[in-house]
């Protein structure tokens, strides 16, 4: 469960040595649950996203008082956990209880896409068809089902890549349908996520700032000039060259979100 939400949008290499971390520190929901949400997010550190965390750690803690402390293993029970979507649960119900869940993500879309679309890449957002698709060629052994999950997400994320398919060395090459098309170019051109200069990095610069201080920290000192600021931490939010305007939306984001707390001018994380 602590992977799966520490995986969505970020990659393994960063995610592995902080999951490794965490997993150390907290085995078990109870034993986070019992910690404040600020230690949380500080464990959390550069993952990204930190509203991930927040709903890890609130997960956590209705699971202990909910389920005593022991994950949920149905999907629809996952489902109702903060922070559980579809896919979440059903990875969750399939790859940790062994339950044949259809597992949907984007490795498995982009192999599903090939092997039987014919198309280079899935639609840019998921659509109902190719989830009926995917109940239709799942195989119903219960076994046989949760091994096909595994197989077909690892095919996607280690042979049928996005950019650089290794066909050559794919086991089910003659059976591909955008091999037999003649391997067509994607219809679309992908767009990635825009990080430089937006309001997400700098709000992870002013998290990085909270993460890092004992005690709360001014709401001046986030809005003023920041050359003047001593502490090393505001460098990286220096840099961004970020204006008034976009500091203050970003902490006011923060604030409504209930990553970071306001009290008596001064700011910090959550209790």
Known sequence: MVS???????????????????????PRPQDLAAEPLSEALKAWGRLGYPRRAQRLHAAAIEITTEYNGEVPRTEEALRALPGVGDYTASAIACFAFGQPTVVVDTNIRR???RL??????????PRASEFARARQVQPEAKDDANLWNVSVMELGALVCTARSPKCDACPVFDQCAWIA???????????GQAWQGTDRQVRGA???ILREHEHPVTQISFLADLSLQEHT???????????LAQRERAL????????????????CLPS
């Open 4 to 26: 799966e939400f520490m995986l969505q949008q970020t990659p393994v290499v960063r995610v592995l040595p902080v999951w490794e971390q965490w997993m150390s520190r907290w």
């Open 206 to 208: 002013i998290m990085a």
């Open 181 to 191: 098309a003649g391997r067509p170019a994607p219809h679309y051109t992908p767009k």
């Open 252 to 267: 006011s984001g923060l604030l409504k979100d209930g990553l970071a707390v306001l009290e008596d001018g001064h700011i």
């Open 116 to 125: 039987f679309g014919g198309m280079a890449l899935p639609e840019p957002t």
């Open 233 to 243: 931490s505001y460098v990286a939010l220096e840099g961004l060259q970020a204006e």
């Open 111 to 113: 192999v599903h896409a």
